[in-house]
């Protein structure tokens, strides 16, 4: 029996591979896909898909899974405007598929999601701002652009710009002025977040010139200048300039710069515009400037000075007679007037007073028996006031003019009981004078800048104004008066560095030659003069456009004459010889021990013939310089003159100069060191290394002086530290010590001098001890004499005189015999010892006679 069956057997096989899929929809993220399955029964059921999604910008991948067998997915999680590939595979029960053809799509782009990056911002050309940045670091897509906008802080204005680079100059902004930049990135989905930073332009020249100006006249030398800030200043006014000149003249404008403090708070501004003619018309123009440049100059504008004050009438002649009234007559002024004024005094009290337009006038009702003094004034109605009248008032004469037969009993009242009358006089003078003296103009940074100290500055009146094109005219100088002339001296400080060109700009300028330097370079450790000349003979220095070259110099026991040749750079002006004559004896705050030195430098000076002002200088240019200002004045003027007055004249020139004549002490006004010990001792060793003193002159006789330094060399040791303030002393060979202080060291060289070989050949001798120095050193040397005689005095006498003879050509032994008796006094023992000064010195005149 045949069975049959059927049986079915299912096979199920891997599916294929789906089609292409197709982008049906997208977002910046997101991107929806469909494809089409075909499969046989064999291939069935579909359990689900896979997608692959590959990233072609990095080659990232990765596999979606779908939950069901739908063909249409959607895929997240996407980068907006990337390029993807996206292939599909089936899966079923016996496996999955290939997956199928690809299909590429770029997502949608989205604006950057970050802000781009500020590189720099700098001022660029004129009113341009250079501006650099990068993209931003997520970008979202290229960027196809930047929108980059410029507001104005403050008033709300902005500017805006679409650029496509990387940098901009950003220009037309307004100068000085503060803005915020902002700047976002495009990428054609959208602005990307905005960065932001604030810049401020740079400055420009003023846009125009100061505003609201004003001029008015002061007196009839001066008017007031004032002014406002520019409308647009384009940045800080460092410097305003004030330009004026006669409207009749063709000369060029006088220039005044005006610095404004870089911390200065206000707006508006004034300045007294001086020395300027009376009763003339002038024209001002003003300007700004900045760092960058000065703006334009104002219209120009006119104003007339009043009158100047008028001079004092001269009285021709007062007459009467008994039976009449008091008839004065005086010569009329040249200048006009409005009328005389006439003043009787009686007793210093007014006793009579009148008015008259003529030159003569009669005074009635004046009493018998007693004196009256006239008082005669010119007076001129002003220009810009009817109710201001100008009137010449002399100014008060103090003190009292001194004969010369009366000036000893003089000095020693004012100097009894400690100089107290002198104390008195300086003071009043410093009460008086602190009430009259104008203010020193230190409006100008510039001008303390050039002040060697802070508390000592030209007075503006009298001060020198330098004919120069920089930015000021101003150096620390002032004209002084003598007795007898203006504008004799010139006070000045010594020079700063920085002002050396401004001094010997002075000294063409003045027509100068001759310098009176009355300080040492450094006195006490401090700077007192900086060296504002050459030093190598022939060899020129360059201060600016001048050229000054060292010619001679000639040394002196108290001074040192230097003469140079002063150049500039204009060729049309000829070679100058200047004299430089350097005091060097007058101690710092201090007064010259003898009057000698200085009188014989005096009249030093007083031989080189001047062709301007003097100009005289010490540290700061008061006290020093002062001092020989008054005296070379006063003594010029007793060769005319038999009286002197020092208290008024003091009073002028204090008006003139600030502090001149610094301390009562100027008000009134050490080549050898000598020891006696009689033998070797602890302060003879102190003394030497105090004074750096190289050479020892051992005056006597053998038998006076050999065991001089036995003694104590053999009660200290030759080589042990003994309590000499920390010096131990070596004897090195039989001339020669070492002194030893910690790591320093003074050698000492000894020369013995036998009295017997000066009184055999003086001058013999000396040219021996001066050879054996000079070969050893050339500084101060100490001379011991145990015997406590007159020979040490004599030979520092002889020696010093002896150099002024070699240097100057004659000798002047009466200063070396009066400074040594002021120091020491019993140095001079009897009158012998000034006339074997005298015969020695009368045999080297004969001596050279013979050369």
């Not at 009579?352 to 008082?375: C, F, H, I, W």
């Not at 037969?405 to 004012?414: A, S, T, V």
């Not at 600030?658 to 009562?664: D, I, M, S």
Request: charged share 20%; proline share 5%.
């Amino acid at each position: 029996m045949q069975i049959s069956c059927q049986l079915k057997i299912l096979f199920v096989l891997k599916p294929l591979a789906p089609s292409k899929p197709q982008v049906t929809s997208y977002t910046e993220k997101t991107v929806t896909l469909s494809w089409s399955q075909s499969s046989a029964l064999a291939h069935k059921p579909i359990i689900r898909y896979s997608i692959l999604v590959s990233q072609l910008d990095d080659e990232n991948i990765r596999v979606i899974s779908t939950k069901s067998n739908s063909t249409t997915a959607i895929v997240s999680g996407l980068q907006p405007y990337t390029r993807y590939a996206f292939s599909v595979r089936a899966e079923n029960a016996a496996g999955h598929s290939n997956f199928g053809p690809e299909v590429i799509f770029r997502t949608l782009g989205e604006a950057p999601t970050t802000a781009p990056i500020i590189v720099s911002i700098t001022n660029g050309s004129d009113g341009c701002v250079n501006v650099e940045w990068r993209a931003p670091p997520i970008s979202n897509g290229q960027i196809v652009g930047y929108r980059i906008m410029v507001h104005k802080i403050g008033n709300g204005a902005m500017r805006e710009w679409y650029l496509k680079g990387n940098r901009q100059s950003l220009c037309s902004l307004a100068y000085f002025s503060e803005f915020m930049l902002s700047i976002e990135a495009d990428n054609g989905f959208g602005y990307s977040p905005t960065v932001t930073q604030r810049f401020t332009t740079d400055q420009k020249s003023p846009e125009g010139p100061p505003e609201m100006i004003q001029i008015r006249p002061l007196k009839a030398d001066a008017v007031m200048v004032s002014w406002h800030e520019p409308l647009i200043p384009n940045g800080i006014i460092t410097t305003y300039m004030i330009y004026y000149r006669e409207v009749k003249s063709q000369r060029p404008y006088t220039t005044v710069r005006l610095l404004v403090k870089p911390d200065e708070p206000s707006k508006s501004f004034s300045y007294n515009v001086t020395k300027l003619k009376p009763f003339t018309t002038y024209k001002f123009l003003l300007s700004g400037a900045t760092d960058k440049g000065e703006g334009p100059k104002s219209s120009a504008m006119q104003i007339t000075t009043d009158h100047a004050i008028p001079s004092i009438p001269q009285i021709m002649n007062i007459s009467y007679e008994c039976d009449k009234d008091v008839t004065v007559k005086w010569i009329p002024l040249s200048s006009p007037i409005s009328f005389y004024r006439v003043l009787v005094y009686l007793s210093g009290k007014p006793a009579a007073y009148n008015t008259t337009e003529q030159r003569v006038m009669d005074l009635s009702g004046l009493l018998p028996n007693l004196k009256y003094s006239v008082q005669i004034s010119a007076v001129l109605k002003s220009v810009f006031d009817n109710n201001t009248f100008l009137e010449n008032v002399n100014e008060p004469i103090v003190g009292e003019p001194i004969t010369v037969e009366r000036f000893d009993k003089y000095f020693e009242e004012m100097s009894a009981n400690d100089n107290e009358l002198f104390i008195q006089q300086f003071e009043q003078i410093e009460t008086a004078v602190a009430s009259e003296i104008e203010e020193i103009n230190e409006e100008l940074e510039l001008n303390k800048l050039k002040n060697r100290y802070l508390n000592i500055g030209a007075v503006e009146s009298t001060r020198i104004r330098l004919h120069s094109e920089s930015a000021s005219d101003y150096i620390n100088a002032n004209y002084i008066d003598s007795c007898d002339a203006r504008n004799q001296y010139i006070a000045t400080q010594a020079p700063l560095p920085h002002t050396f060109t401004d001094f010997w700009a002075m000294i063409n300028q003045e027509k100068s030659n001759i310098i009176v330097v009355i300080t040492n370079m450094v006195e006490r450790g401090r700077r007192k003069c900086d060296q504002y000349w050459p030093t190598s003979p022939r060899v020129p220095s360059h201060y600016g456009g001048y050229q000054v070259t060292l010619d001679t110099e000639m040394p002196n026991a108290n001074f040192v004459h230097r003469i140079f040749h002063l150049k500039t750079s204009n060729c049309i002006l000829p070679e100058r010889t200047i004299h430089q004559v350097h005091f060097t004896s007058w101690p710092d705050h201090g007064v010259p021990d003898t009057v000698f030195p200085l009188l014989s430098f005096m009249n030093y000076v007083a031989e080189i013939q001047a062709t301007g002002p003097i100009v005289v200088h010490c540290s700061a240019g008061v006290g020093r310089s002062g001092s020989f200002i008054l005296i070379d004045s006063m003594r010029r003027h007793l060769l005319q003159c038999d009286r002197i007055n020092i208290q008024a004249h003091l009073k002028h020139i204090r008006n003139q100069r600030a502090k001149l004549v610094q301390t009562v002490g100027y008000h009134r006004v050490n080549e050898f060191l000598i020891g006696n010990w009689p033998y070797a001792c602890k302060d003879l060793w102190s003394s030497l290394w105090e004074h750096n003193c190289q050479t020892m002159l051992l005056i006597g006789s053998e038998l006076e002086v050999g065991d001089y330094f036995s003694h104590y060399l053999e009660l200290n040791g030759s080589s042990e530290k003994n309590d000499n303030d920390g010096i131990r002393v070596e004897q090195k060979e039989e001339n020669k010590f070492c002194l030893y202080n910690n790591e320093d060291e003074l050698c000492v060289k000894l020369i013995r001098v036998k009295p017997s070989a000066l009184e055999i050949d003086f001058w013999g001798e000396m040219e021996r001890i001066q050879e054996e120095v000079l070969q050893y050193h050339n500084c101060q040397m100490m001379l011991l004499e145990p015997s406590n005689t007159a020979i040490a005095y004599v030979l520092c006498a002889l020696q010093s005189a002896a150099c002024q003879l070699e240097q100057e050509r004659y000798i002047d032994v009466l200063p070396y015999i009066s400074t040594y008796r002021f120091i020491q006094c019993g140095c001079w023992k009897s009158q012998t010892n000034l006339e074997y000064i005298y015969d020695k010195l009368t045999q080297l005149v004969i001596l050279q006679h013979r050369c």
